[in-house]
């Protein structure tokens, strides 16, 4: 199936219809199902403000209708002719979904006006993609980069900017100064592995990873552009105590990280540097993951021991005891820093939270230390963490056998 590979199961179509669209139309409640498994958002409007469910109504799918209300359909949609899916249902049905729609706990006493697509940003999106996909080299100019505010957050090594490409409005990474004046970090060898780096990835392409548009290599302005996620990452959201997240959403941050984790292990890619904080949410509630494959170049992770030093929490024992040759797999290494992440977005508490970031470190590898697990915490998502962060690498599980049993429990 296509979504296996990373297909968006959010694409539109020149009418703003999606995926789901389809399937409820189509009758086909097993692809219905597996969309909205695969993080399929619900309640989005076609150019004509139609929903799914105003799709399974028309044509009388009456299962599909159910299950999409189980799910959150609304029954009180209106399209752009003031149109719910009742109305588009038959007096019969109408009346029988009408009465599970409020069973399942839906207020159906007044109309929803849901938005449809802003043209704008989809147009802006194509021309990202577009221009991905026909540039020459992923190299510009540093005069065609306005960088605009310094973002919250930033890495030990580098900092990043809300900024400004071709009209786009974009996020760059940049090292820091002193990074850039080390000779070392920026040689001819390290732009090599860079260029070789971003070709690769650029030539990537799946709903949770955050693309690579376009960098720079100029001396003293290295840097590498991205699209720009206003909402921000996921550990400052999981540590604002405003947001509020029920378990369905926290499951569905699980599942798109691991998601795509699993697309760049299966693509041969480590990430090496997984953290909250590299792990962005979209409007939606989407995951985009940003910094994967840069583990080889150093102007952009700096030294594995500055990162002990500063971000200890997400490192894995075997990272602590030794520098990582390039071509060392340290695949194990994101399955360890996937199972902090989990544990952070299940209890929303930061591993090791009351420990000095030196300490961190040494009780890891010569202690076996890990967060204690509080008690709300279910068995099962429990015994998957401590799983993933083992101290003997080789007996983690794969990123690809931790895939399904969060989507079952996404499902």
């Known amino acids: 199936m ?40 619900l309640n989005v409007a076609n150019d004509h403000g139609n929903i799914p469910l105003h799709y399974s109504c028309f044509w009388r799918h009456e ?37 599970f729609a409020q069973q399942c706990g839906q207020e159906t006493s007044a109309q929803v006006q849901l938005p449809t697509r802003n043209f704008e940003e989809a147009e802006s999106i194509a021309r990202i993609r577009f221009l991905i996909k026909n540039a020459p080299s992923w190299q510009v100019s540093s005069n065609l980069l306005d960088f605009q505010e310094l973002l919250a957050s930033p890495s030990p090594f580098a ?40 070709t690769m990835m650029r030539d990537l392409f ?51 990280t691991c998601r795509g984790v699993a697309f760049l292990h299966e693509n041969g890619i480590p990430h090496g540097a997984l953290k909250p904080s590299n792990i962005l949410v979209t409007d939606d509630g989407g995951i985009r993951i940003t910094d994967y494959g840069l583990s080889k170049v150093k102007a952009f992770r700096g030294s594995y021991g500055g990162a002990q030093i500063f971000e200890p929490h997400w490192i894995a024992p075997e990272i602590f005891l030794e520098e990582p040759h390039p071509d060392k797999d340290i695949r194990p290494a994101d399955v360890y820093a996937f199972g902090m992440v989990l544990f952070m977005i299940v ?65």
Not at 189 to 197: A, T, Y
Not at 230 to 250: E, I, K, T, W
Not at 377 to 402: A, F, Y
Request: net charge negative; with cysteine.
């Open 2 to 41: 296509a979504l296996e590979f990373g297909v968006d199961p959010n694409a539109v179509n020149s009418t703003g219809d999606t995926a789901l669209h389809y399937a409820a139309m189509s009758g086909n409640l097993d692809l219905v199902e597996k969309l909205i498994a695969a993080s399929a958002s």
């Open 63 to 99: 299962h599909i209708s159910r299950f999409l209300i189980e799910k959150g359909e609304l029954v009180t949609a209106v399209n752009s002719f003031q149109k719910s899916p009742l109305d588009r249902a038959g007096p019969e049905l109408s009346a029988a979904l009408l009465e």
């Open 159 to 198: 900092s990043v900017y809300k900024g400004e490409w071709s009209g786009f409005q974009v996020a760059i990474k940049q090292p820091h100064p002193h990074i850039q004046e080390n000779k070392q970090m920026t040689s001819n060898m390290e732009l090599d592995i860079l260029d070789k780096q971003v």
């Open 206 to 256: 799946h709903v949770n990873l955050l693309p690579i548009l376009a960098g720079c290599t100029e001396r003293g302005n290295w840097c590498l552009v991205t699209e720009f996620q206003p909402v921000g990452n996921l550990g400052l959201l999981l540590q604002d105590p405003a947001y509020s997240m029920d378990q369905y959403q926290a499951i569905r941050f699980a599942v798109e």
């Open 347 to 411: 209890t929303r508490l930061l591993p090791f939270e009351s420990m000095h970031p030196m300490a961190i470190g040494h009780k890891v590898v010569t202690q076996s230390l890990r967060p204690t697990m509080p008690y709300f915490v279910p068995e099962h998502l429990s015994k998957l963490i401590s799983l993933c962060w083992q101290q003997d690498h080789t007996r983690r599980p794969l990123i690809g056998q931790v895939l399904p049993i969060l989507e079952k429990l996404h499902s």
